[in-house]
């Protein structure tokens, strides 16, 4: 862990150091917002300071209830200041001279834009990536290099986010995800997560919010963090909507969205769809293994396996703004997504003595397929309370989530010159997955500098499956297999409650937020053998922040998480489309439990360059892995295996996990911009019984941006992912590059883009290995990821512009409710504080 910390220091001060020589006296920048026609204050309008001639600003804030505002930790010189709302036009106040003190600029008087506006289109400059003190904010609107893509290809670029060629997620090193949308859990994520994330259009995608240190209001689920996926919407006036379509030679989308609002009530609809096209992926496995007599037998597997994916989602969203105080929010949301493989393989197996002596020697051939389809609908219901005191809040949530799923595979072995009879293997999984969800939450503000939240929470999850199998007889005929053929219940019911305060100390000099969330967890199964206890979890969190000036942070926390086993974990359900490597669920998995500590520093430039550096510390204990075992022989049943891999999740002891993320943004001139992103870890698993195993693993990234004018514009974006040793083997590297344009047109309301992934290179080759007692692996495959795309999109509707304060107020703030706490933090410089450019 120690090198880490050395680097980070390092860093931290090769960025800082020009900040330390000459330090310029500290001001203040204060005034107030109001309306000029009717001289009434203009709550939450956005206010930027800028250097003198500069075009980006390097610090800003929002307007308060009553329009005022107070900028600090303005060093000494000569500023330019605007204030900016929605509806109003921008006003710019030149040549502030700040000097040691407070400087007041009085009143800033806004003027509405003097007629109705009609198609207009709105150009909000965010920032690509947005550091908060709780999270970090990615934002893929420029992201040309997604368009026509899937969440999985957003998540690529995310800082802190691995993803491998398979869509298998880590955060910080670590796969243990909760994975939100729109602040709710949901069914759709439990069944495939890889098929879930690659059902989502990135046309849908508004922001991806990522969260390593979660506080006490969060669940406490997930050892590895937090990922909320925010949907798009709309709460501007009037009707208005987009259109997305993409074309490929691997993948189809397309999306439409439309929002309608008039006065307190406004109406989202969504529908997306997608399609991966029918692709090719070439495979090789060879394995020697050997038995209690030390005869080794080699199995060489040779074929290709052919994959089809799809997927639609499609919702309902409704916000009533009842009065001042009380919003209403109401959402049902349907996703459905599924996958197809179909395989043939050619297998030879040899067996020979310790000698040498040939003892068998077989070949068959097998063919395969298995389908998978997921359904999940959603619905949720909210209440927001808000009074008159700034800050203070109530908010009810009620959640439901239902899935529907079902796996069925095949197989079949017909023996070459029927040295052997056929053999196969044909099962179905249907499943069902229901999740309900009742929160409160309320936030307290004790003074303007200490506020106080607290609140509970039930969840509960139940799980109903069941699994018929058929064998193939001697005849040729599939006969149901009574000793294959159960169900399996679980039941898990969640009781929360949390309690957090957050306080800014010594004159603002240090941000504190902590909190403790206890959860009861009570868990019942009908499988047999297994027999789950009641556990209780505390779970404490404390950060610590301190803003150096107004251009840089450091930031240090600490949470304790746990990972609940999930319907993938549990679900015993025995996948035999390959008969000599069988893989299962266990039900007997108990959670894991992680400490995770980091620090963080970020700092942003006058030009608008920012560099965030993160480095932390992971500890698990009771790791759930993945452990693969060899068998000679295996009864499953009644029914007899030879030469079977089996792999199965377990707690497997403890992992720690030490590393650093360096995410950095360079406009390098106004028409280049840069940005990196890098991750180097290194993990230590200690299994009973097993050897320690170390392992250094990185990722690195690249995305370079050039607008050509004319609103054209073009991107490159390559990632490297590292290969990594495994307890049982090797991970492969993974190497991934694209190439987009973009053309917008219509005063963009309309654009077209093209895209290219993989462009010189038709595969992807990935090769690992796996070992353990009696037998060693190797494994190939041929990954097809070349494509290239097309797509267009169109944005329509009539906007009218009416200032509402909590519309404006809540567009910056995660969904009320436990999992995605609102934000009441105002912008600050160096993490997003400029506010939008209208």
Known sequence: MKPVFILFLFLVFFVNVQAQVNPAAKGKISGKVTDATNKQPVDYATVSVYKQGSASPFNGISTDTKGNFTI????????????????????????????????????????????????????????????????????????????????????????????DIDGNVELQGNANIRFLINGKPSSIFGASLADALASIPASQIKSIEVVTSPGAKYDAAGTGGIVNIILKDSRVEGVNGSVNLSAGTRRENGSFNLNVRKGNFGVNAFFSGNAQINSNSPNTRNRDSKDSLNNNTNLFQQGSNNFKRNGYQSGLNFTWNITKHDDLTASIGFNHFGNHGDAITNEESRKTSPGGALLSDTSDIRHSNSKFNGTSTDVSVSYKKTFDKEGQELNVLYTSSFGNNSFSSFQQQDYLNNVKPSTGISNTNPGKDHETTVSVDYTHPVSKTFTIETGGKLDFNNINNSVATSVLSPDGVFEPSPGQTYSFKYDRKIYAYYLSASASLFNSFLDVKGGLRDEYTVTTADFQGVNIPNYNILAPSLVFSHKLDATQSVKLSYTRRIQRPDYGDLNPFLNISDVHNISTGNPNLKPEKGDNFELGYNKSFDKGANINIAAFYRRNTDDIQSFTTFYTTLDVNGTTYTNVSYNQRYNLGSETRTGINIYASVPVTSKLSLRTNMIFSDRT????????????????????????????????????????????????????????????????????????SNPFAKYVSQSSSTFGNGFYQTNLRLVPVQSFGISLSYKFGKLDFKKDNRDNKDDDNMNNNSDNPPSTEKPKDGNGGGGKSK
């Open 72 to 163: 600090d930790h303005i060093p000494a010189g000569e500023y330019k200041v605007t204030a900016d709302f929605l509806g109003y036009q921008r006003a710019t106040i030149e040549h502030v001279i700040v000097k040691d003190g407070n400087v007041s600029i009085g009143e800033i008087k806004l003027s509405p834009v003097p007629h109705q506006l009609q198609g207009v289109t709105i150009t909000a400059k965010t920032p690509t990536v947005e550091n908060k003190i709780d999270k970090m904010v990615y934002n893929p609107q420029n992201d040309l290099s997604a368009q026509g893509g899937v969440a999985i290809d957003i998540l690529k670029k995310v800082p802190q986010i691995t993803v």
């Open 685 to 756: 698993s200690n299994n009973p019984g097993f050897t320690s195993v170390s392992a250094f693993a990185y990722r690195l990234n690249l995305n370079a941006q050039y607008n050509f004018g004319h609103d054209l514009s073009a991107e490159f974006f390559g990632n490297y992912n590292s290969s990594q040793k495994g307890i049982q083997g090797t991970n492969p590297k993974f190497v991934f590059y694209n190439l987009a344009m973009r053309k917008m047109f219509m005063n963009k309301k309309a654009s077209i883009g093209l895209t290219a």
